[in-house]
């Protein structure tokens, strides 16, 4: 009798894990460049004041927007795709848009602490980031990439 369950995939290694997050920093300063030249355009200098907490408020929601889209349903950011990582929930699933956003703002929360996420995974037996670890997702390591000259657009 044989198994119909595909191959359990392995946790990305902390070394993949922060290649992508270096890659992922450059897409997201490719993306909130724009998003602030919109936002300046529209409401002029925001350097300071009031208007400067709107503009940050502003980054912040357009960053967890993408996250969380990418990481619901299955979605992967470019540094996921390229690094053939998937992000799962604890029963092993694409996490729920809750999920998601919990995830975004944990890890938001602890790695301006003196990149505490980092020094967590060092420590971590499955070297699991803290925002991993609290809200109970993983990064999984796809594994193997499609074969070459195979078609893989959805119908």
Do not use: K, N
């Not at 119909?4 to 290649?19: E, M």
């Not at 929601?61 to 540094?79: D, E, K, M, Q």
């Amino acid at each position: 009798m044989s198994d119909s369950r595909p191959a359990r995939a392995a946790c990305a290694p902390l070394r993949t894990r922060l290649l992508a997050l270096v890659y992922e920093a450059l897409l997201l300063i490719a993306l909130l460049m724009p998003a602030t030249a919109i936002f300046i355009a529209i409401a002029g200098d925001a350097r300071q004041g009031p208007l400067h907490i709107v503009l940050q408020v502003y980054l912040l929601a357009i960053a967890a927007a993408y996250f969380v889209w990418s990481w619901t349903a299955g979605r992967r950011t470019l540094p996921m795709r390229t690094w053939r990582l998937r992000l799962v929930d604890r029963r092993g699933q694409a996490p729920s848009a809750g999920v998601a956003l919990a995830r975004f703002v944990t890890a938001m929360s602890t790695w301006p602490l003196g990149a505490l996420p980092l020094w967590w995974a060092l420590l971590d037996p499955e070297r699991q980031f803290l925002h991993d670890r609290v809200v109970g997702t993983r990064l999984l390591r796809d594994p193997s990439p499609p074969a070459r000259g195979a078609d893989t657009r959805r119908c």
